[in-house]
């Protein structure tokens, strides 16, 4: 099997030879140890819990502070998160006000109760989500510090991601669920207050130990070190293992990896299938009339994990997991909250979508708040492919997803990409524009560059960045050097403004035997053009229209003849170029066949004799 400790090296040595010599020489990234040990009260829906966590500085800067996330404080009346769902135009419907009404018992919370760095008493204060921590002493660049807590937290009521009692009755959904390190790079700290939406952390190693009630299963990130010693995973081989006093001690491990989640339920049937030649899929449910869909969930997942390891790159970890819980559908490392009341269709494109998420942030892990866009929205856009791939069911994988951006165009909430998560002014915007738009971003590319050079530079995308913090510019770069081609100017437009592309054929007309077409920019982002001619006789020519600013063209990839044109310049609203066949054998003139231009107003797109 690939997935072992000797592989898992080679691959680090490469990576760190490809940071000191290769595409990043300036890049550095932080790096986490921990290790927790949870005694968890399923009666009072409490625990109590110890962490060591040794932090390694790889920064040139040094560290006089350090900040923690506090997650299960959201969930508090008047927090910041509750204050955003109540003020907010739109809020999502599964927070509303539901957390200004929780009572003491079903708030969330962590009490920090010691820490210290490098055995002396730090001094320290919580800001809501965030713990500040003081110093004693500074680390140093290319230093190590070891940080000690003991803290009891409390399980909210499930409202957002993390929690108990769940819509279906899964009684934990831990995500989010411990004092969590917060990340430090080339833009200092980001220690980000928790109001629902996205996350950021530093690579790491996870050592978890959980201690709860013996009637519970759990599932999560990393594989379970001690099978074994509760009875657990052999049954199948014919070995039971009797559980014997009142709770059982979980031990998980997971290395290289950002997060760590777990989930808990009495109920829990666990099913297990393999990739071929990859890794091991692990799905956990509640079986009742409304779960049968995931009778055929193991099987299609396969399938899934197959065509994205063969368009997007090798899954790296020897097990995944899909876990029934949660309040809809949330990633997390090497594994997945879901709901899972659904039907066969619904529960395979959300399982899809978060196990992509491994590739598009779970492995390239960009900071969600910033670029939710490259997170959400290349999921997006390969959970298009890879669903129609395995249903078979359209020659349109990413139709749906234009139609949502030009809804979103029309309805006048978009927002810049470039806002960060927490700041769009409406849940819609953010949603439609880093899911849909985001997923166009990618997709667009295969106009732009090309489809067979598109899907080789994300392939290259992922092999040079997975285990890293790719930010917008690492990722064009890539496939600037794939295509040959300047890009940055598209990251200008499409990300960092909402101008919207609009080209139409104002018309042909006849001039000295030929025809002259002259086109019109109505939108104001700039775009090459395709632009293809059918005549009479129903041959066909391709006609190619560079922009200056993209400094080369991309490669002619289909059958037709193509004559590329003069460079537009984006300054100008109008251009003319000539067809060398007279007007009267010209049956129509239209701007893009493929469909991956993100043109808002098709109509005008096309010109037909009458």
């Known amino acids: 099997m690939r997935h072992n400790f000797f592989s898992n090296f080679i691959f680090k040595i490469l990576c760190c030879f490809s940071i000191v010599t290769g595409y990043s020489q300036n890049y550095w990234q932080q790096r986490v140890e921990y290790r927790m040990d949870i005694d968890f009260d399923v009666t009072s829906n409490m625990f109590s819990g110890t962490q060591t966590l040794k932090y390694y500085n790889n920064s040139p800067d040094t560290l006089k502070k350090v900040f923690y996330h506090l997650y299960f404080n959201a969930f508090q009346p008047k927090s910041m998160m509750d204050t955003r769902s109540r003020t907010i135009s739109d809020p999502d419907r599964r927070v509303m006000d539901r957390i200004f009404q929780l009572d003491s018992s079903e708030i969330g919370f962590h009490k920090i109760l010691s820490l210290k760095q490098d055995s002396e008493v730090l001094n320290y204060k919580i800001e809501g989500t965030v713990l500040e921590v003081a110093l004693t002493r500074p680390i140093l660049p290319q230093g190590t510090s070891t940080f000690t807590m003991e803290f009891e937290s409390q399980v909210p009521v499930q409202i957002r991601r993390s929690g108990r009692d769940n819509t279906e009755r899964i009684k934990y959904s831990m995500s989010q669920w411990y004092p969590k390190m917060a990340e430090y790079d080339k833009r200092g700290w980001h220690a980000h207050p928790y109001v629902g939406r996205e996350f950021h ?352 063209e991309k490669e002619n990839e289909g059958d037709l003849e193509r004559i590329i044109l003069p460079d537009w310049p984006w300054t100008h609203p109008e251009y003319e170029f000539t067809i060398d066949r007279p007007i009267d054998q010209v049956k129509s003139i239209q701007i893009d066949e493929s469909g991956y231009l993100a043109d808002i107003n098709p109509k005008n797109n096309k010109w037909e004799k009458e």
């Open 201 to 552: 952390a530093p690579w790491g190693d996870f050592t978890v130990n959980i201690s709860i009630d013996k009637d519970y299963i759990l599932a999560g990130t990393g594989t379970l070190q001690n099978p074994n010693k509760i009875g657990y995973g052999y049954e199948e081989d014919g070995v039971e293992v009797k559980r014997k006093g009142k709770k059982l001690t979980w031990k998980f491990l997971a290395k290289d990896v950002h997060d760590f989640v777990w989930a808990a339920d009495p109920g829990y049937k666990h099913v297990k299938t393999r990739v071929k030649d990859g890794p091991e899929l692990h799905f956990f449910y509640k079986e009742n009339e409304k779960t049968e869909a995931w009778n055929e969930l193991p099987g299609l997942a396969v399938k899934a994990f197959e065509f994205i390891e063969k368009n997007y790159g090798e899954y790296p970890y020897s097990h995944y997991s899909v876990i029934q819980g949660g309040d809809g559908g949330m990633e997390y490392p090497m594994a997945t909250l879901i709901t899972g009341e659904r039907n066969l269709r619904s529960l395979v494109e959300v399982t899809v979508h978060e196990a992509l998420h491994s590739w598009y942030q779970g492995l390239l892990a960009t900071n969600e708040s910033y670029y939710a866009w490259m997170d959400e929205g290349f999921t997006t856009y390969a959970t298009a492919e890879t669903t129609s791939a395995i249903f078979k069911d359209t020659d349109r994988a990413q139709e749906r997803n234009y139609q949502r951006y030009k809804y979103l165009v029309s309805s006048g909430k978009e927002e810049p990409l470039s806002t960060h998560a927490d700041h769009f002014m409406t849940n819609a915007a953010y949603g439609m524009g880093s899911y849909t738009k985001g997923a166009i971003a990618l997709a667009q590319m295969n106009y732009l560059i090309g489809k067979q050079k598109t899907a080789s530079a994300l392939k290259s995308y992922y092999y040079q960045w997975r285990f890293k913090h790719p930010d917008a510019n690492d990722w064009i770069s890539v496939f600037e050097k794939k295509s040959g081609l300047e890009l940055d100017w598209y990251l200008d437009h499409w990300i960092n403004t909402t101008h919207f592309i609009d080209y139409a054929i104002k018309k042909a007309e006849a001039e000295n035997g030929q025809t002259k077409v002259t086109m019109e920019r109505l939108g104001k982002m700039p775009m090459p053009m395709d632009i293809y001619v059918t005549f009479t006789d129903e041959s066909k020519m391709l006609y190619y229209a560079p922009l200056v600013i993209m400094r080369g």
